[in-house]
Nanobody, 121 residues
């Protein structure tokens, strides 16, 4: 019933920018947090950025100063503005949200399907 739909991934040259979007759909009581993770081949999935409904943010050290996470609470949407991209940012980016849905009525973590971001030299 609840799904996360991502968009905005693609191919960009080093130094360029991309903006990822993730919209949560379904019958939702509340979203405690929304954020982004990424996973490169052979690497563990890592937190990129997360933002709670109260506005608290957390960024991976590797993206601080370059990435900005924001939320449109009315649209249940989270964005990740990625500037000054470098090849180390190449990964599959996953939207993540801690959501309390109306049914079954308990909070859990939802994941998007992932969107590829490739940064070329």
């Amino acid at each position: 019933q609840v799904q996360l739909v991502e968009s905005g991934g693609g191919l960009v040259q080093a130094g360029g920018s991309l903006r990822l979007s993730c919209a949560a759909s379904g019958v939702i009581i509340q979203i405690n947090a929304m954020g982004w993770y990424r996973q490169a081949p052979g690497k563990q999935r890592e937190l990129v950025a997360v933002r709670t409904s109260g506005g608290t943010t957390n960024y991976a050290d590797s993206v601080k100063g370059r990435f900005t996470i924001s939320r449109d609470n009315a649209k249940n949407t989270v964005y990740l503005q990625m500037n000054s991209l470098n090849p180390e940012d190449t990964a599959v980016y996953f939207c993540n949200a801690d959501i309390l849905p109306r049914f079954p009525g308990y909070s859990r973590t939802f994941w998007g399907q992932g969107t590829q971001v490739t940064v070329s030299l």
